[in-house]
């Protein structure tokens, strides 16, 4: 049986009469092929998402089902890469198009010709479980990847091919399963992309993903596995912090989702990651990254599909075995465009045009995040990292109260400190994370003793410092007592030379918790001696000008991170410049 | 294929429904002829069995159930484009207006363009001299980049595009084109734009798109992509460096919003439709350059605030697809500074870079970094004393209030006539910076303090600077 469009209004078509079509079902529109997704079923019609522009298409055009989930290519060849929001290579659509992209046609998401070196770690004879890793091979110098059973499959191998070069089509082993029936793996396998991908179980959050960024890694840190919302207008770096985070945080793995923004900035991160080098591992940063790129002009209804693909390739890695740092940038287009499929569709609004069931939908984004017990039996994490860009900076709007609910770190980026150019623009008043506590003990093990306490003093720092500001803004700051006085100038340290971090600085851009722990023992110790001074009655102005706060201010740019032994001498230099006040 | 359909079933605002449309494709173009009327042109939005959903451009007046007959044309709104456009005006669907005829074709294309695809682009970098120091110290504008300027009613955006025009050194005189897409602005502000382009000698560079306000709205929605579809070719074809010009976008949403009303969607903020954003993607978005071509397309749109409020849908979500913002302050303003550029809220995401060593000069980043620093304290300083008085002041504040002065007077405030040279710019920059005590100084390291902190010569430079009147 054979089905034809009978409606079209933007990416949604219509097909008439009784369908044999399913739910979420891939099928390819009119006679150029289009992708498209069903989205809904009623007893007169089948409503079908198109991926791409529906322009010049007719009634009368063709529908046909593919009888498959809209799904994801899963196997060697995905790292290095960049994508659409349907996991189209973008290079090889430029190769094959040129510079604009125009519609209809599927090239395959990985390179088929390409023979990868693999190597065996079963035998025949052997029982394996879905999950199990039972192969392996270099994707890139920095990532092995390991090639698995299916989830499900499973039962006793009665074929092994030899180590040898094999391209992604050839068959690697046959599992005959219990009931009899035989099935042939190759390296790739198919995954639907709104399902998330089995696990053994889920493990709580234990350690941190350490950024490089003090004011994330030590006041609102984000766990391995955890979710982290990154709300500003725009202006206020919500691309910038997703971009160094994405480039120095130490997970094994980086999936960067440009989801309906800004052209350049996909190029510049393709172009970045290549040129970067990863401090630890002294290899490019982009053998270790996969981008997904669905960019504002591009067509909407992938660019819903886009997360999805970005989450799912996560979770493919993270089953392997690795931790998994996933960026999406930016949430809030991703639920603009269910608002106008919604939208298309006629469904009832709820808040603000967006459809009800956007929460729904958000927690199931945010719920995919997690460490877990892999079903090959590893440890592994997804980690998720969501920009959101609320309508005129006003935080009260859908997504970002929605967000909020779903994940447990919250760094919010403020316009009046971008305007001062403080960066990272993260306030210190409204950002929060809830994973301090799980985190407590691998800092207190890892990084030093007193590590939490400090972090509370430059909390408490901060938070006196926001209550101050409320009376100098009314009548100065010169008639505040000097005690007072002190925790001002003590705060405006901890902001200037421990918050504020230059990203296009070579050592200020990434700093180890070694050194973030060290900066703020010395902003601590100058607390300590300072304090006393102030305490026999020695003014402010006169410890100001011995240039010790400066000192301190100035250590991000004077240690470098290779020398961190250098700041243990700062307690000596302090009591040196303080000497002179006395 | 071409056929005729007499009649049509329904209208509503600048919409109709036409039975019979099998065969028809989506969006493709439509000439409806009415007894005694000109054809007019339409498009098609909707299929639904056999009825389609054509948006009428000049409007739906004298169309009833009977008078008309209905051409499918088989193919999307196009646009003939060669060479030859440069110094020709067409109305704001691409129609010539002034009297030379139709364009000789090279090509015809498509006014939606296609998604240029991320990795074909290359990554902008090539820094354009403005000659204006707001602009090109603060907030250095990128050849490729999408720059809006943020403006509202009384301020002299225009005056500024047109000075950018004037004194930006785009490319080199051959290779250089201009094109203006002028949506819903007023008969004088476009006879402006044209006056100043004759003026200045670049009218043979000049692509004009005009819709005056009392044009067609749905003329309107189609200005800026005839203008972009006219500029990509420019650029991507003939190897030009395009400098775009699209005043005012405010008008083109609010265009786009009476059409979304009149389908009958349902309207996101401020009645504006949910897929706003979107569609000022597909405007923004066609600004670059592509590996390996020449040429280059460079945006710079105009938008008026409504009611001066940034948080407004149009310039909130210009904000979030554009490549930073130029916003202009009434404050600065009605103090008599020009251009009145606010260098805190404006920005410019492609400076980092376009500036430094190789192409401005090595200390262009930190200097920058500090003159926006250092001008956030002023702001500080002026509240501050708003509520205790100027004399109660620290000598830190006071010294604050003194470089603010200084910095509006002289490094904003130059004049419409008056170019700076970037070496101008930075060396002026360093001389406000040297009326501030050092120790003030925290975003830059000690080695540019020593090569450029000189407050002996600093108030000599400044005098230099200020613009006499």
Redesign the interface.
């Known amino acids: 049986m054979s089905f034809t469009i009978?409606?079209?209004?933007?990416p949604v078509v219509?097909v008439?009469g009784v369908s044999g079509f399913f739910m979420q079902e891939m099928v390819l529109v009119s006679k150029r092929r289009l992708m498209g997704e069903v989205i809904g079923i009623t007893e007169s019609d089948t409503l079908i998402q198109v991926y791409e522009s529906?322009?010049?298409?007719?009634?009368?055009e063709p529908v046909e089902p593919t009888g498959q989930l809209l799904s994801c290519v899963l196997g060697p060849g995905i790292l290095t890469n960049?994508y659409d929001g349907i996991q189209r290579s973008?290079?090889d659509?430029?190769s094959e198009?040129?510079?604009?992209?125009?519609i209809a046609s599927k090239p395959e998401s990985l390179n088929a010709e390409k023979k990868w070196p693999v190597t065996f770690n079963v035998k025949q004879g052997d029982e394996v479980r879905g999950g199990q890793v039972f192969a392996s091979t270099p994707e890139t110098s920095l990532i092995t990847h390991k090639i698995m059973v299916p989830p499900d499959v499973s039962g006793k191998v009665i074929f092994v091919a030899k180590d040898g070069d094999y391209n992604i089509h050839e068959i690697l082993l046959k599992v005959e399963a219990k009931d009899g029936s035989v099935r042939e793996l190759t390296m790739t396998n198919r995954w639907p992309i709104r399902q998330p991908r089995p696990v053994k179980k889920q493990l709580g959050v234990s350690m941190p993903l350490v950024t490089g960024q003090r004011v994330i890694d030590t006041l609102f840190p984000i766990a391995k596995g955890g979710a982290a919302a990154v709300p500003g207008?725009?202006?206020a770096g919500k691309t910038m912090t997703q971009h160094q985070i994405a480039k120095w945080c130490d997970a094994d793995i980086i999936v960067y989702v440009?989801c309906?923004e800004?052209?350049?900035e996909?190029?510049?991160v393709?172009?970045e990651f290549s040129d970067l080098i990863d401090p630890k591992s002294g290899k490019p940063l982009l053998e270790r990254t996969v981008l997904i790129?669905n960019?504002?002009?591009?067509p909407?209804a992938a660019r819903e599909a886009s997360i999805y693909t970005g989450i799912t390739l996560a979770e493919y890695y993270r089953d392997m075995g690795y931790h998994v740092a996933l960026m999406a940038d930016s949430t809030s287009?991703w639920a603009?465009?269910l608002?106008?499929i919604s939208?298309r569709l006629e469904e009832m609004?709820a808040e603000?045009?967006f459809p009800a069931y956007l929460p729904s939908r958000i927690a199931q984004f945010y719920e995919r995040a997690g460490m877990v017990e892999t079903l090959g039996e590893a440890t592994g994490s997804v980690s998720l990292i969501g920009a959101v860009?609320p309508?005129?900076?006003?935080f009260s709007e859908p997504v970002t109260q929605n967000t909020k609910r779903f994940v447990r770190c919250f760094w919010a980026l403020d316009k009046a400190l971008a305007?001062?150019?403080h960066y990272p623009a993260i306030n210190w008043n409204d950002s929060y994370s809830e994973y301090l506590e799980d985190l407590e003990p691998w800092y207190k093990s890892n990084i030093g003793r007193d590590f939490s306490s400090l972090r509370a003093l430059m909390t408490k720092l901060l938070h006196e410092e926001n209550e101050l500001n409320e009376i100098?803004?009314?009548?100065?700051?010169?008639v505040l007592p000097d005690d007072q006085k002190l925790t001002l100038a003590i705060a405006k340290c901890v902001r200037?030379g421990f918050l504020q971090q230059n990203a296009?600085h070579a050592e200020d851009t990434y700093v180890p918790l070694e050194k973030q722990y060290k900066m703020m023992k010395v902003i601590a110790y100058l607390y300590e001696a300072t304090r006393k001074l102030v305490e026999h009655h020695i003014p402010v102005r006169l410890i100001a000008e011995c240039?010790v706060f400066?000192l301190v201010?100035k250590i991000k740019?004077d240690v470098a991170n290779s020398e961190l032994a250098l700041l243990d001498e700062y307690p000596k230099k302090i009591d040196q410049a303080l000497a002179k006040v006395e | 294929m071409t056929q005729k359909i007499l009649g049509l079933q329904e209208v509503s605002g600048s919409l109709i429904a036409i039975d019979n449309a099998?065969?028809?494709?989506?969006?493709?173009i439509v000439e409806i002829e009415s007894a005694g009327q000109p054809t007019r042109k339409g498009r098609i939005i909707?299929?639904?069995?056999?009825r389609a959903i054509v948006q009428v451009f000049a409007g739906t007046s004298g169309l009833s159930r009977t008078n008309t007959k209905t051409t499918f044309t088989g193919h999307?709104m196009e646009l003939s484009l060669s060479r030859e456009i440069l110094n020709r005006t067409f109305n704001g669907a691409g129609q010539p207006i002034d009297g030379l005829g139709a364009v000789y074709a090279k090509a015809q294309v498509?006014i939606?363009?296609?998604?240029?695809?991320?990795?074909?682009?290359?990554?902008?970098d090539n820094f354009i001299e403005t000659g204006i120091s707001a602009i090109d110290g603060l907030n250095t504008l990128i050849r490729?980049q999408k720059l809006p300027i943020f403006s509202s009613s009384g301020m002299p955006h225009d005056k500024l595009a047109i000075q950018i025009v004037r004194q930006a050194a785009i490319g080199d005189e051959e290779n250089f084109g201009i094109v203006f897409g002028a949506m819903g602005v007023k008969r004088d502000v476009a006879d402006h734009f044209r006056k100043s382009f004759e003026e200045t000698g670049v009218m043979e560079k000049v692509c004009m798109f005009v819709n005056l306000a009392n044009d067609p709205i749905i003329e309107r929605i189609l200005t800026p992509r005839c203008a972009l579809a006219a500029a990509e070719y420019l650029a991507?074809e003939e190897g030009m460096h395009i400098l775009v010009i699209l005043t005012d976008m405010t008008s083109y949403c609010e265009a786009l919003r009476e059409f979304s009303s009149s389908k009958g969607?349902?309207?996101?903020?401020k009645g504006y439709p949910?897929?706003l954003?979107?569609d000022l993607?597909?405007i923004y978005?066609?600004a670059?350059i592509?590996?390996g071509?020449p040429g280059s397309l460079t945006q710079i749109p105009i938008l008026t605030m409504p009611n001066d409020d940034i948080?407004?849908?149009v310039p909130?979500?210009t904000?979030?697809?554009t490549?930073?913002?130029l916003v202009l302050d009434s404050a600065l303003h009605q103090n008599g500074i020009f251009p009145p550029i606010s260098p805190?809220?404006s920005?410019s995401?492609?400076m980092?870079?376009g500036i430094g060593e190789g192409y401005t000069r090595g200390d262009h980043?930190a200097l920058a970094?500090q003159l926006?620093?250092s001008y956030?304290?002023v702001v500080q300083a002026r509240?501050?004393a708003s509520?205790?008085g100027e004399d109660?002041?620290?000598p830190i504040?006071q010294s604050y209030l003194k470089f603010g002065r200084d910095f509006e007077g002289t490094f904003l405030n130059q004049g419409f006539t008056n170019k700076r040279s970037i070496v101008e710019t930075l060396d002026l920059g360093w001389a406000l910076l040297s009326t501030l005590p050092v120790?003030e100084l925290?975003?830059v390291?000690q080695k540019l303090i020593d090569a450029n902190y000189h407050p002996e010569n600093a108030s000599r430079i400044l005098e230099l600077h200020m613009v006499k009147e």
């Open positions: 009978h409606a079209i209004n933007g219509k008439q529906t322009e010049g298409i007719q009634v009368g960049i973008l290079k659509l430029a198009q040129g510079a604009f992209i125009s207008g725009f202006g440009g309906g800004r052209g350049n996909m190029t510049e393709l172009s790129a960019t504002s002009n591009m909407v287009r603009e465009a608002r106008e939208g609004p603000e045009g860009s309508q005129g900076a006003d305007y001062a150019r100098v803004k009314l009548i100065g700051a010169d200037v296009f240039g400066e201010e740019y | 099998r065969g028809a494709h989506n969006e493709e909707q299929l639904d069995g056999d999307p498509n939606n363009g296609l998604p240029l695809n991320p990795v074909a682009r290359q990554y902008p490729g991507f969607e349902i309207p996101g903020r949910g897929y954003y979107s993607a597909s978005e066609r670059g592509i590996e071509k948080t407004h849908p909130d979500l904000g979030y697809i490549e930073g913002q805190l809220a920005l995401r492609l980092k870079d980043a970094n926006f620093a956030a304290k509240s501050l509520v205790i109660e002041l620290s504040d120790g925290d975003r390291d």
